[in-house]
């Protein structure tokens, strides 16, 4: 796949909206701010739930979150899904019945950003995954990496307040949700690998959000067996990582990095240059700190 086959646009005016406002020597400003709209799912003929969403790429958010809930069976037949952008509803239409009321009234919120949701019985798939331990990962892929997704065009750069995601193969940056829940850009990443095809095989994952315990578990489902942060780790992220042996790797900036678990994946072929931290983010709005975007 080339890179950047799916990317954020910032340019894209559903996306954003100016606005003014003063600075901190009490000047009128002009600045972009992120639109967030709410999205109604449903599953068939039942209402699942209400999310907030920047909008862009509501067909694969929608089955991305179905299926990051167990909802979806990875080998479910998809037979429509119907977007209303004016309703601010989408239908996700299978082949196989279902019914999920006894689910949905299990449902607690995260301390995750948007109100993301995770069901009691999220992780009842989990143990029984295993990752690929031939999987692996260069130094030298990770700090490409890095420097293409920082530098890259995105919502982030052009307004912030916003998480981005992406699926990478070896040093290419494959596809590029942004949304402003890290939960949503995750879940249109797994939609779009199920409806277009796309193995876990091979594949890194990238988040700029915190690695968290519904991280590492929504990455484990996906079978992608390395996650990638510039951010940092919750103790019940790495916990479950090193029971999955997930490869977790946080603070990931510039040629610096901190791996928590699955470190046998790792190869050194780049040593960090001295001295060497984070590469500058031009046109950068706003400001992360190492557990990532508020």
């Not at 982030?156 to 998480?163: K, P, R």
């Not at 981005?164 to 949304?179: N, Q, S």
């Not at 277009?196 to 990238?206: A, L, N, R, T, V």
């Not at 610096?256 to 931290?277: K, Q, S, T, V, Y």
Request: net charge negative; glycine share 8%; hydrophobic share 35%.
């Amino acid at each position: 796949m080339q890179e950047f086959r799916v990317r954020p646009d910032p340019d894209d005016p559903r996306l954003t909206r100016r606005v003014t406002g003063l600075d901190q020597d009490g000047r009128a400003v002009e600045t972009s701010v992120v639109v967030e709209r709410p999205l109604t799912l449903f599953l068939n003929g039942q209402e699942i739930v209400t999310m907030m969403t920047v909008g862009d790429f509501p067909n694969y958010l929608a089955v991305g979150y179905l299926l990051n809930q167990n909802m979806l069976q990875p080998d479910d037949r998809v037979t429509a899904i119907d977007y209303d952008e004016e309703l601010e509803t989408v239908v996700v239409r299978t082949e196989r019945k279902t019914d999920y009321e006894t689910k949905l009234r299990k449902k607690t919120l995260t301390s995750g950003c948007a109100q993301g949701t995770v069901f009691g019985d999220l992780m009842e798939k989990f143990e029984e995954i295993r990752l690929d331990p031939a999987a692996l990962i260069r130094t030298s892929w990770l700090y490409a990496l890095s420097r293409k997704i920082n530098t890259a065009p995105s919502l982030y750069l052009a307004a912030g307040a916003i998480h981005g995601c992406v699926l990478c193969e070896e040093d290419r940056p494959l596809i590029y949700m942004e949304d402003v829940g890290r939960h949503n850009a995750i879940d249109k990443i797994a939609g779009y690998m199920h409806l277009e095809g796309i193995p876990p095989q091979g594949k890194i994952f990238y988040t700029t959000g915190r690695l968290t315990s519904e991280m590492v578990i929504k990455t484990v489902q996906m079978g992608i067996p390395i996650l990638v942060s510039r951010s940092g780790f919750t103790a019940w992220g790495v916990e479950l990582a090193r029971k999955a042996d997930l490869t977790l790797i946080g603070r990931a900036k510039g040629r610096r990095f901190l791996a928590l678990a699955g470190e046998h994946r790792i190869r050194f072929d780049a040593p960090a240059a001295e001295g060497d931290g984070e590469e500058p983010r031009h046109q950068r709005k706003s400001s992360l700190s190492d557990d990532g975007p508020a």
